[in-house]
């Protein structure tokens, strides 16, 4: 019985840095359709600028978290400004420009610091565990869990209750009437992507203590992030929320019962099998575009 | 429609002069530069491949390496046996050394040429149209169809490296033996197997251009405009877009197998999500709308980055990565858009000119017509 | 050539088009080094996933080259390097080698770290008689006479680890690796030494390449209580895979991490206090003590940083270029030719930083096995140190097969 409730921790989780990594990017592709593929190198930036703010001003990684934000928001501004922006109307072609855009931030960080591995101090008050019978929980993945739900929960509230999410919920409505009636939306599909590129960046910030700080550190993660957000419903928090969570423990108990790879692949065929027959995800959008 | 025609007919001819022509002669018969050239083709043909199902019919399979990897592999398993003859029950090394008791069932008919190069032709397609099936009969569309194909290309990837006894896992099939077809032995330095690989890009295209042209193209772009339109009209649309998607499958196999006479080699990375996403751009920087052009992209990227890596060893793929942004914010529809949009317009002019000419003409004729008959007045 | 006339009669027309084409190169033939330089080829990822630890090897092939011709070079003549960056994938692998091997007619190539990018670049060398330098710790049974093996081979580096090993903390294994040849086949050899000296496998598995999450094997680790964790993760699994185990309280004096494959590369990214303790087992460590190495650590971090390390791999990487210049001094410069050059290496013996190196008939290297202890400063303490220099024997698990002089030997 221990062994399953470890395991539903580990799912847990793993659910925990996917749901950070993949509400980004269910914001950009809900409210702008823009399969954004260089949504996992504002994961490796926010990681990287995590060793940025420790190594030169000595800020460990709880305090920084927003500074990174604001940095890697601000980098996901330059690129919507720059490139995304022209790429509304052709949501498809998104997935070339971002890869491309993906590529040059790899070699840019490359160039810039170097192409070795990068080490981050773990925050030591989160250090050790926690242990209920047999049941181990290491602090920092219970801080984990906690945090992504706020986090979610922070979202859902700037969606819900703030003026911004009122005005981005009537642009992905319909962009031309939010349009008459006198909202910018240049200027609000900027500010979501930026705020997706900053979430982005707070979960690369948080999972350093986890895994090796490289340049290609984001690739892996994107397209786990992205089956996500199209299982749990375009547009739909809760619903990337849920997929999440079934996805990490989904993987948890099938590497449980066969092995690591095999238990990925036994996910992906059952996202394949969700995403047929129920494209339109598992919390579907009621409005009408 | 007939202009049209004649003017895919010429690029094809250029298309054809070029590869087997100029570009030999302008390597100067080098074997190495012949054989990175037959690289290039090969990698030219798999992103025409795409152009099939993406640019014809509007698929966007960003999984389109998975076929391509199984058309590879088929090859090499056949390569590898031939490599293996003088070992214990003629068992591939690796086997061996995982501890495989006795050659799998599904390894042994590729001791037979035909047969390999039937699978490596067909297994794709058979994927591909359970694949077909399965997403078009539930009118999967756009990126959701993207979203699918990608994930089954990780799943099988992650196959692929993890049953080593059978598929030498990460590593891939390596230590072949060269092809010998008909008594003749592919030396992937030569003159001939250039010709050879070209033979069969042009082979393709050919084949691929009568299904663009016929009636089941016309159907797949009317798919492609609206798909709804069409199944009011009583076309079975699941139907052609997997023929659609098979074909390009097929084709993506061939060229795997030719990737593989090539490199010498089949590795998992060929099926990797980098190499696919790749395939899409160089169809995208080619011009999806034309199956020629996708293959020039093939060729044109790679040589590219083959040059530019030569130059700038330190950032050329930094130099890759803002040519594909360029190539998606300045040129849409790929250099075949900037080619078609000059084209049109050289031809309107031309129009425009020839009308003038004629109207100036009218007019000259009848102020000369006028005069005559004032004249005659 | 009569086609070959033909085509050219054909398309002389067309001359004038093709001027710009970007594919007419001179052809060079003639001797393998001339004008005062000898081209060698380095092939070393600086792009892509494995080029964490690449791009230390292609500094250190790097500095060794700087270094032979600041001192007047080989017979009067210069090293000429010929860089590629083959992108950590394995197609680019083969076709920059072909580059390096066909086009710019290297003597020999430096390069590669892992064995799917060697298996690529093997067809190339092999079909053009080239010479291969590799560097890297390998999984052996392989008998190449293009490749110069300058890496440990499994017996090298198990021989005296897993028997102490087991008795200084039990002969219960949990193995864990990345799922490739090298970490199975490592483990292979680790359950034949196991078997002979009563030792038990409880477990056995192998994790995608890159793979980052550990959860599962940690509860896994949890359930069966090894006594020790035969690690053969590679890179960022590596890493992840250490700061997780750390993370989740294990004590390394019950439960040792022992690595075949971690270095201070590793070590420096895990960082030093989650990696204390835990062992690794290799011919060279940074901290080794040996005027030798005290020069190429010294030179090596004035060149490249103080924050930088030398580890097992980049060592090998640095000394086969010095192997290959002994070599090349003991040829008459006109009979310079990869095969003359092999040849002339067998046998040969040079001061490495770890000690003095030989290359065998069989072209693996002897070497000098350690097992050391990590602590917290990111160095490692030797803590077992082989009294002799062990011989390759790249076949060690495969009896009635040995890799000799004339290749692989059945029977």
């Known amino acids: ?264 692949v036994a996910v992906l065929l059952a996202i394949i099998m969700l995403i047929r027959f129920k494209p339109q995800g598992l919390f579907p959008d009621k409005v009408r575009r | 429609m007939n202009r049209n025609f004649s003017f895919d007919c010429i690029g094809y001819a250029l298309f054809a002069l070029l590869l087997l022509v100029v570009v030999p002669w302008g390597l100067g018969f080098d074997g190495f530069e012949l054989n990175t050239f037959a690289r290039y083709l090969t990698l030219g043909m798999v992103a025409m491949a795409l152009a099939l199902s993406w640019g014809c019919a509007g698929i966007l399979n960003l999984g389109q390496a998975a076929t391509f990897g199984l058309g590879a592999y088929i090859m090499a398993m056949h390569l590898k046996l031939k490599a293996s003859v003088n070992m214990p029950d003629g068992m591939p090394d690796f086997m061996g050394w995982t501890n495989v008791e006795s050659l799998p069932w599904f390894w042994e008919p590729f001791h037979s040429l035909p047969v390999t190069i039937a699978a490596g032709l067909l297994v794709p397609a058979a994927v591909a149209a359970v694949m077909g099936i399965f997403m078009f009969r539930g009118r999967i569309t756009g990126v959701f169809v993207a979203i699918i194909t990608l994930a089954f290309l990780v799943a099988i990837q992650l196959v692929f490296v993890e049953e080593q006894r059978y598929t030498g896992g990460e590593n891939g099939l390596t230590g072949l033996a060269p092809l010998e077809l008909f008594g003749w032995t592919a030396d992937n330095y030569s003159l001939s197997f250039y010709y050879f690989v070209a033979g069969c890009l042009i082979c393709a295209l050919v084949l691929a251009l009568a299904l663009v042209r016929s009636k089941v193209g ?67 920087v080619g011009g999806r709308d034309s199956l020629v052009a996708a293959a020039l992209g093939g060729i044109i990227v790679n040589m590219l980055e083959g040059r530019l890596s030569d130059l700038f060893v330190d950032g050329w793929t930094l130099f890759l990565g803002m040519l594909f942004i360029l190539v998606v914010l300045v040129m849409p529809r790929g250099l075949f858009g900037v080619f078609h949009g000059a084209l049109a317009r050289v031809i309107a002019f031309y129009r425009q000119a020839r009308l003038e000419r004629r109207e100036s003409l009218a007019i000259s004729r009848s102020v000369v017509s006028g005069t005559h008959d004032k004249g005659g007045r | 050539m009569k086609r070959r006339d033909f085509l050219k009669g054909v398309t002389a027309t067309g001359a004038v088009g093709v001027a710009g084409f970007p594919g007419i190169w001179i052809k060079r033939q003639g001797a393998w080094a001339a004008n005062g330089e000898i081209p060698v080829g380095v092939l070393f990822s600086l792009t892509g996933a494995v080029a964490v630890v690449e791009s230390t090897l292609h500094d250190a092939c790097m500095m060794a080259i700087e270094e032979i011709n600041d001192n007047g070079g080989i017979h009067g003549m210069r090293l000429k390097p010929h860089v590629e960056d083959p992108a950590s994938d394995p197609a680019t692998f083969a076709d920059r080698a072909r580059r390096l091997v066909i086009r710019d007619r290297c003597v020999s190539v430096f390069g ?300």
């Open chain 1, 1 to 264: 019985m221990d062994v399953f409730f470890n395991q539903a921790f580990a799912g847990l989780s793993m659910a925990s840095i996917l749901l950070m990594v993949a509400l980004g990017l269910a914001i950009i592709y809900g409210a702008m359709g823009v399969i954004n593929l260089a949504h996992g190198e504002f994961v490796m930036l926010g990681a990287y600028s995590a060793w940025l703010l420790q190594s030169y001003l000595g800020l460990g990684i709880l305090a920084s978290l927003p500074l990174i934000f604001l940095m890697v928001g601000l980098i996901g501004l330059a690129v919507e400004r720059g490139v995304v922006r022209w790429l509304y109307h052709r949501p498809l072609d998104t997935i070339l420009a971002t890869w491309g855009i993906g590529i040059v931030l790899q070699q840019l960080v490359r160039m810039g610091v170097g192409s070795d591995s990068r080490y981050v101090a773990r925050p030591t008050i989160l250090d050790g565990n926690v242990a209920i019978g047999g049941v181990v929980m290491s602090n920092y993945r219970i801080f984990l869990v906690f945090f992504s739900l706020s986090v979610l929960a922070a979202t859902w509230y700037l969606l819900t209750r703030t003026e911004f999410g009122t005005k981005l919920r009537a642009v992905i409505q319909n962009k031309e009437i939010s349009e008459c009636y006198g909202i910018r939306t240049d200027r609000i599909y900027a500010l979501a992507f930026a705020y997706g590129a900053g979430l982005a960046g707070i979960a690369g910030a948080l999972v350093t203590p986890l895994v090796s700080v490289t340049p290609g550190m984001g690739t892996y993660l994107v397209v786990d992030a992205f089956l996500v957000v199209i299982v749990g419903g375009v547009g739909s928090l809760l619903g990337t929320a849920v997929a999440s969570g079934l996805v990490g423990e989904a993987t948890a108990l099938f590497s449980f019962l066969m092995n690591d790879t095999l238990g990925r």
């Open chain 3, 112 to 411: 590669s770290y892992t064995s799917a990018s060697r298996q690529a670049v093997l067809p190339v060398v092999e079909g053009r008689n080239n010479l291969y330098w590799y560097p890297t710790l390998y999984e052996g049974r392989e008998c190449s006479r293009n490749v110069m093996y300058g890496g440990a081979v499994p017996n090298q580096q198990q021989q005296e680890f897993v028997p102490w090993l087991a008795e200084n903390f039990g002969g219960r294994f949990y193995l864990i690796g990345n799922n490739y040849v090298y970490p199975r086949e490592e483990n292979n050899v680790c359950k034949i030494i196991l078997d002979r000296i009563g030792g038990e496998p409880v477990h056995e598995e192998y994790v995608p390449m890159g793979h980052s999450d550990f959860s599962s094997v940690i509860n896994r680790i949890r359930r069966e209580q090894p006594d020790v964790i035969f690690c053969t993760l590679v890179g960022d699994s590596d890493v992840a895979f250490q700061r997780q185990f750390h993370a989740a309280g294990f004590d390394p004096d019950q439960l040792p991490v022992a690595s075949l494959t971690r270095s201070e590369v590793e070590v420096k990214a895990i960082g030093g206090e989650a990696a204390a303790g835990h062992f690794s087992s290799a011919p060279y460590f940074m901290g080794h003590q040996s005027g030798e190495n005290e020069r190429f650590v010294e030179a090596y971090l004035r060149k490249y940083g103080q924050d930088q390390v030398t580890h097992f791999v980049s060592e090998a990487a640095y000394f086969q270029v010095y192997q290959f210049k002994a070599a090349l001094e003991k040829l008459d410069p006109a009979d310079i030719t990869p095969e003359a050059i092999r040849d002339a290496s067998v046998g040969l013996s040079i001061t490495a930083p770890q000690g003095e190196v030989l290359i065998d008939e069989n072209l693996h290297t002897h070497l000098w096995p350690k097992v050391a202890q990590w602590q917290s400063n990111g160095q490692a303490e030797v803590v077992l140190q082989s009294e002799e220099r062990m011989a390759p024997e790249p076949y060690w698990a495969y009896e009635g097969q040995s890799c000799t002089g004339e290749g692989l030997v059945r029977g």
């Open chain 2, 218 to 284: 016309l159907v797949l772009r009317a798919i492609k405009e609206n798909p709804d339109r069409v199944r009011f009209f009583g076309y079975d649309v699941a139907r052609y877009e997997t023929l659609a998607f098979c074909a390009s499958a097929a084709i993506a196999g061939w060229a795997g197998m030719l990737y593989v006479l090539v490199l010498e080699f089949a590795s998992p990375t060929y099926m990797g999500v980098p190499f696919s996403l790749a395939i899409v751009i160089w169809c995208a």
